[in-house]
T-cell receptor, first 111, second 117 residues
């Protein structure tokens, strides 16, 4: 979707290294979310933000941290990547509970 | 907690036949329900949503969904499936409120649809 971009689209990293994924929006939406997608689990919420510097944990937050210093950017950091964090990561934005827009995803492989 | 379940991991259907993807929900209060589709190597695309009103909701690409309160279901349907409908389909429900109007989406496990020519 044109209003939300994720970078990088693909990344291969080594176990134990830190990794940062970026989500950028041009919609000025208040809420931003990071999900991971794994076979058999659907999408699971990692962290979310309800405003600049306001973030909270989702259901699978261990090993991840986030930051939101500007409305348009929401960063997801894997502090020390593990193989279990190999996944596809999606960012989403919303202004209310009536509509959500998803990015194209980042495919992360931890070797 | 709000939740949805998709009982079928995969649905196979012949092109031209009706397609149904099942979703059941468990929510407190009035349910808001969504369907998303994911084509290979793509992000999630919005299909339709139920907020209130008519139980039959029409969405994108010829899809519709029927909200059934007594059966707590929100099944996705298409009268005549196309090969291009082959994709991964997700049912979703907003979760508990976070601070203000925004809500976290909780997803079902997904159903893979394969439409054969």
């Amino acid at each position: 979707d044109a209003g939300i971009t994720q970078s990088p689209r693909h990344k291969v990293t080594e176990t134990g290294t830190p990794v940062t994924l970026r989500c950028h929006q041009t919609e000025n939406h208040r809420y931003m979310y990071w999900y991971r997608q794994d076979p058999g689990h659907g999408l699971r919420l990692i962290h979310y933000s309800y405003g600049v510097k306001d973030t909270d944990k989702g259901e699978v937050s261990d090993g991840y941290s986030v930051s939101r210093s500007k409305t348009e950017d929401f960063l997801l950091t894997l502090e020390s990547a593990t193989s279990s964090q190999t996944s596809v990561y999606f960012c989403a934005i919303s202004e209310s509970k009536y509509g959500y827009t998803f990015g194209s995803g980042t495919r992360l492989t931890v070797v | 907690a709000q939740s949805v379940a998709q009982p079928e991991d995969q649905v196979n259907v012949a092109e031209g036949n009706p397609l149904t993807v099942k979703c059941t929900y468990s929510v407190s209060g009035n349910p808001y329900l969504f369907w998303y589709v994911q084509y290979p190597n793509r992000g999630l695309q919005f299909l339709l949503k139920y907020i209130t009103g008519d139980n039959l909701v029409k969405g994108s690409y010829g899809f519709e969904a029927e909200f059934n309160k007594s059966q707590t279901s929100f099944h996705l349907k298409k009268p005549s499936a196309l090969v291009s409908d082959s994709a991964l389909y997700f049912c979703a429900v907003p979760g508990t409120r976070i601070k203000a109007a925004g809500n976290k989406l909780t997803f079902g496990g997904g159903t893979r649809v394969l439409v054969k020519p």
